[in-house]
């Protein structure tokens, strides 16, 4: 098994024992469905933290790179916004 996998499975299983205590504490079923819909918003909360993250790297190395370099004093972080 590799190790997106694995991690993929751990996530799961969290979901779904946090999502199935919240379920029964409400008394709704959690089917195999409201299973799919949860783990489909998960996969997009990772994604969208993901590029955050990755976008905000991006734009610090960049700015920091420009400043310590002395290219582009005014817009500097402009152009980092731009390359991020």
Same mark, same amino acid.
């Given at each position: 098994?590799?190790?997106? $996998? =694995?991690?993929?499975?751990?996530?799961?299983?969290? +979901?779904?024992?946090?999502?199935?205590?919240?379920?029964? @504490?409400? %008394?709704?079923?959690?089917?195999?469905?409201?299973?799919?819909?949860?783990?489909?918003?998960? $996969? =997009?909360?990772?994604?969208?933290?993901?590029?955050? +993250?990755?976008?905000?790297?991006?734009?610090?190395?960049? @700015?920091? %790179?420009?400043?310590?370099?002395?290219?582009?004093?005014?817009?500097?972080?402009?152009?980092?916004?731009?390359?991020?």
């Amino acid at each position: 098994m590799s190790i997106g $996998k =694995f991690i993929w499975n751990i996530v799961e299983t969290i +979901v779904r024992g946090v999502f199935g205590f919240i379920f029964k @504490l409400i %008394g709704k079923e959690y089917t195999d469905s409201v299973h799919e819909g949860l783990m489909q918003f998960v $996969k =997009f909360g990772i994604v969208g933290l993901s590029n955050t +993250v990755l976008s905000y790297v991006l734009y610090a190395v960049s @700015l920091l %790179g420009m400043q310590k370099a002395g290219l582009f004093p005014k817009v500097d972080y402009l152009i980092a916004q731009i390359i991020a």
